[in-house]
């Protein structure tokens, strides 16, 4: 198993204590497509960060390929979502002062690659998304879907072993979102990439191959929808927006 | 490197207007430092016009007279300077390392038909280093071998050559030439510059020749007593009482008679000068330092700001594998380059500043009647204060840094991320 999560609680510390995950146990195998679904307050968010290693939690094990995620010092931290995990967030979370192609190289630059290397390999990953055109443009001059796939270049850039998308297509249009969906799920059939993607949006999780429901900080039904007949986009209870 | 600081570069950009009115703040810190300490030095430089000789430990005695009878001895009398007195402060103590007489006498100095009267002063070739109102201008001063040989030498002031020359040719053309005093022939050897504030001309030669010329004149000047070991002012002190009593006791005067000898100290003048000069540079410091304060409290106050701004930012950073450290780097050495750029530009132009204030206050002495008096002399600052000046911004950029960088370092990257939403 590549992710392997057991008995996993966290707790916010405050005036009232909020306990967010109630005991999660959960595997995902290298190769899997899978979604994290739920709505707002189900802890799928905590349960992501802990999972991109953003943060700790309070019980229970969380290993990656094995390797127990545990009291990690912030720069071993770093270490590992430099090299393990490749993020995709909702608002893009593109540096405005950089190029495509420069934020694209970010992740290699603190992996201590070499300039001309970087570069290199950064070109080759817009290309393959087809943006090389725009490797040179601000993400100000470029529209949302183009952001997400300079996003993307940069989450795949490191050869992680985990790709984490949050809500990838939130701020999408649909259209839009149908291409980066399918983008994803072409990364997860023809590269293999082990993919996950926390939503709310039942179109969005009817592309993965297994749908994970969470709710209330538990873990609820596991859906196995290889047959992708969970909800469509557009459908009448796909769109959740 | 070149990485580091294309993403400075680019950060810089970002807020021109911003960086380049904190950057003049530190320029203007650091260009009042080197505007005050270069007119320190000048000022400095004027008062001492042989400022960087090292410092001369010699004291010069003058014989007095007798300020009260004593053993026959009646009051206010003369008390004269002979080979004894030097034989005797020779023998004085251990820690003479030599002692120098001075003669002198007045004659006509003349070259064929052009005639002046000089005094002239028979000195040790040590007499220039301890005579900083002697400033050798052309050729050289009496030296061992003149002395050693009793050669025929003379150095005479500028005023003095080219009166001889009788014309308004370049007087430095006497040197090598004889000029008779009396029924002897002396050959110039160089040219002192002539003091504005004396009517008459002084003329050196060497302290053995003179003193064989003239038998009958015995009597010296001064004595100079070069010391060493006499590092305090007590010592100094010591010494001197100890010797002024010495000097009284040979003359047969009262031990306790202070005014026998008079004695100019120019080590401890030189020594106590420094320490003025030591006090004065460090005032001007310190206040060059509380200028730039207010820069680097500039940099760090725009240097936080900047922190604030791009928190959502490093929060990427962090997420894509920035490490604390690497933030760190990031904000101080920002803030080192804002503050050495900005200060580099403070400094030149400061040193332009000098060289332009050289140019007027320092180039024009000031009339003050009698005679001409330099208030400033080579204003400006050296290569130490250039390199001082560098650490100091180091230094300065680091602290300004170092809270903004550590507040950015410890952003937490699930926070951060969160408030670009």
Redo the contacts between chains.
């Keep these: 198993m590549l992710i392997e999560l057991k008995d996993v609680n966290k707790t916010y510390q405050g005036a009232q204590p909020l306990h967010v995950l109630k005991g999660i146990n959960l595997a995902i195998d290298r190769g899997e497509f899978v979604s994290i679904m739920g709505s707002s307050g189900s802890g799928k968010s905590t349960l992501l960060n802990i999972l991109g290693i953003l943060d700790n939690y309070d019980s229970g094990e969380y290993r990656i390929d094995g390797k127990l995620i545990w009291d990690l010092s912030e720069t071993k931290a770093a270490e590992y979502r430099n090299k393990m995990i490749g993020f995709i967030f909702q608002s893009y979370n593109l540096i405005g002062f950089k190029t495509a192609v420069e934020n694209v190289e970010l992740p290699l630059f603190y992996q201590g690659v070499s300039r001309h290397k970087r570069h290199e390999m950064a070109m080759e990953y817009l290309d393959k998304l087809g943006l090389a055109q725009w490797a040179g443009h601000y993400p100000n001059e470029m529209s949302g879907g183009q952001k997400q796939r300079v996003a993307i270049a940069r989450a795949l850039i490191t050869k992680p072993d985990i790709i984490l998308a949050d809500e990838p297509t939130g701020a999408l249009d649909s259209k839009t979102s149908v291409e980066i969906m399918d983008l994803l799920k072409e990364l997860n059939e023809k590269d293999k990439m082990t993919i996950i993607v926390v939503t709310h949006e039942s179109g969005v999780a009817n592309y993965t191959n297994r749908i994970i429901h969470i709710r209330d900080g538990v873990i609820g039904q596991i859906e196995e929808n290889s047959r992708h007949d969970a909800a469509a986009f557009g459908s009448e209870n796909g769109m959740l927006k | 490197m070149?990485?580091l600081f294309s993403e400075i570069w680019?950060?810089l950009?970002?807020n021109k207007l911003r960086t380049a009115l904190t950057g003049f703040a530190v320029s203007w810190g650091i260009f009042i430092i080197v505007v005050l300490l270069g007119a320190g030095n000048g000022l400095m430089n004027a008062l001492m016009s042989n400022a960087g000789d090292e410092i001369r430990q010699i004291i010069r005695v003058y014989p007095g007279s007798t300020s009260k009878p004593y053993k026959g001895m009646k009051e206010n009398t003369r008390i004269r300077f002979s080979d004894k007195d030097m034989a005797f402060t020779e023998e004085f103590s251990d820690l003479i390392d030599d002692v120098y007489g001075t003669v002198s006498f007045s004659d006509t100095l003349s070259l064929g038909k052009e005639t002046i009267s000089s005094y002239i002063l028979g000195v040790s070739p040590e007499y220039i280093k301890s005579s900083n109102w002697v400033k050798l201008i052309a050729g050289r001063f009496i030296n061992k071998l003149d002395m050693d040989e009793c050669r025929r030498s003379i150095v005479i002031d500028n005023s003095a050559a080219t009166q001889l020359l009788g014309d308004d040719e370049n007087y430095t053309k006497i040197i090598g030439k004889d000029i008779s005093i009396g029924l002897n022939s002396f050959k110039v050897v160089g040219i002192i510059e002539a003091d504005e504030g004396n009517w008459g001309h002084d003329s050196f030669a060497p302290y053995s020749t003179v003193r064989k010329m003239r038998v009958e004149g015995t009597w010296m000047n001064n004595i100079d007593i070069k010391f060493h070991g006499l590092e305090t002012k007590q010592q100094n002190d010591d010494f001197e009482k100890a010797y002024k009593r010495a000097m009284s006791t040979f003359h047969n005067a009262d031990p306790e008679d202070t005014r026998t000898t008079y004695i100019w100290n120019m080590y401890m003048d030189n020594k106590e000068m420094n320490k003025a000069m030591r006090i004065i540079r460090t005032a001007l410091w310190i206040l060059g330092i509380l200028t730039l304060l207010s820069g680097i409290v500039g940099v760090s106050n725009i240097m936080l700001i900047t922190v604030k701004e791009r928190t959502?930012?490093f929060g990427?950073?962090?997420?894509?594998?920035?490490?604390?450290?690497?933030i760190l780097k990031l904000i101080v050495v920002e803030s080192i380059v804002i503050t050495a750029f900005f200060g580099y530009l403070g400094m030149v132009a400061g040193m332009v500043a000098d060289k332009l204030m050289d140019n007027t206050i320092g180039a024009h002495p000031m009339d003050i009647g009698i005679t001409q008096l330099y208030v400033f002399k080579n204003i400006g600052v050296g290569l130490d204060v250039a390199v001082e000046a560098t650490l100091l911004l180091i230094v300065a950029g680091t602290i300004a840094g170092i809270i903004p960088a550590w507040k950015g370092a410890r952003v937490r990257?699930?926070e951060a991320?969160r408030e670009?939403?």
Excluded: D, M
Excluded at chain 2, 316 to 326: E, H
């Design positions: 070149h990485n680019s950060s950009k970002q959502h930012e990427i950073r962090k997420a894509l594998g920035a490490k604390p450290g690497s990257p699930i991320l670009g939403k």
